[in-house]
């Protein structure tokens, strides 16, 4: 299929990543893989929580700050005053990224201060304003409670740089040209791409606490990366997951494993197959974990990972229909223990 006009080609693109993304790794390497992905994926919808950048300097905040907001996309910044926060509720625009070099102050005797409380409004009321800006970013000297932080992307840098170079090199027109390239880059592509359904739902879910919303828009914008040929670092996609949504993500990989490499499902009781896995019916997978469990451990990384920790994992994200954990039924006439999977959760 031929590329339109305009379109910016991938070589094209991939150059500007080199000038633009990699003075941002090599600037802040403690803090560039998550915040690139998180970036990434506020090209598809908004991120679950604001990013935060306290610490370190108002140069080094802000230099950061831009970074980002050329990658998120921004067109202008815009002059808030007075810097409120009913004034910063009033200038987001749905699906568009908001930076801001301040936060307002906090009232006096206040016991947040004003990160805080756009981390707990953006928490707990998901109709907000705030939540419907592609990305918050927020550089400021003000301090965030632990809770806030956790649920958050809270970026603390240190008083001082080791080395002001990368920060030039980050801030030089090349590495600006390369960053608002690759914005266009992601905003000409990434709906076309087909991602993982169970990671859109869990990164959208207004139900699951933050850390794991959080993790699953980190993955997301990771296969965005992967799938345009941008980044693919040594660490496995699913790394970005919560560690309970990696269990689950072992779990499907070794079944479609097993599944397409000789492992059978019965229909009946009495069924017998040369390598029975488990049973299946209209509803229900039902797996036999003894099966399974060293496929899991592969696609997993974790030879130790046991039955127990994977049908706790199982349990709590509600993917087996058993208070228990594991069902009784016969398969090739043998009663075996199984774990009763909804087929709507399966693979």
């Known amino acids: 299929m031929n590329e339109p006009s305009n379109s910016i080609p991938p070589a094209h693109a991939r150059t500007a990543w080199a000038a633009g993304v990699e003075p941002l790794r090599e600037a802040f390497p403690l803090h560039a893989d998550k915040l690139i992905r998180a970036i990434a994926y506020s090209h598809i919808e ?23 907001a050329e990658l998120a996309g921004e067109v202008e910044r815009p002059r808030i005053d007075p810097l409120t926060l009913h004034q910063i509720r009033r200038t987001v625009k749905p699906g568009e990224p908001l930076v801001l070099n301040g936060a307002p102050p ?61 920060l030039r090199a980050m801030a030089s027109e090349p590495a600006t040209a390369g960053r608002r390239i690759i914005a266009s880059y ?85 069924d017998s197959k040369e390598w029975a896995i488990g049973r299946a019916d209209r509803n229900y997978l039902y797996i036999r974990p003894g099966e399974a469990l060293p496929f899991i451990r592969a696609a997993h990384g974790d030879p130790n990972l046991s039955v127990k920790a994977i049908t706790a994992a199982l349990q709590r994200q509600h993917l087996i229909a058993s208070k228990t954990g594991t069902t009784r039924m016969r398969i090739g006439g043998a009663p075996t223990r199984v774990w009763k999977i909804p087929t709507d959760n399966s693979v």
């Not at 080094?60 to 700050?65: F, H, M, P």
């Not at 800006?133 to 970026?155: F, G, K, M, V, Y």
């Open 46 to 68: 908004p991120l679950p929580t604001p990013i935060f950048i306290i610490g370190g300097n108002p140069t080094t905040r802000g230099t950061l700050a831009d970074a980002l």
């Open 106 to 166: 906090a009232a006096a005797r206040a016991a947040l201060s004003t990160l805080d409380e756009i981390e707990i409004e953006s928490f707990v009321s998901f109709a907000t304003p705030l939540s419907k800006a592609s990305a918050l970013i927020i550089a400021s000297s003000q301090t965030i409670q632990p809770l806030s932080a956790d649920r958050s992307i809270t970026i603390e840098l240190p008083q001082r740089p080791r080395s002001v170079q990368p």
């Open 186 to 270: 992601l905003q000409q592509n990434t709906r076309r791409l087909s991602l993982n359904q169970h990671a859109v739902n869990i990164a959208r879910h207004p139900d699951y606490d933050k850390p794991r919303r959080l993790g699953a828009a980190f993955y997301l914008g990771d296969a965005v990366l992967r799938t345009l040929d941008l980044d693919a670092p040594a660490t496995p996609a699913t790394s970005w997951l919560h560690p309970e949504d990696q269990i689950v993500w072992a779990v499907r990989e070794a079944i479609r494993y097993l599944l397409d490499n000789g492992g059978e499902l019965t229909y009946n009781a009495r």
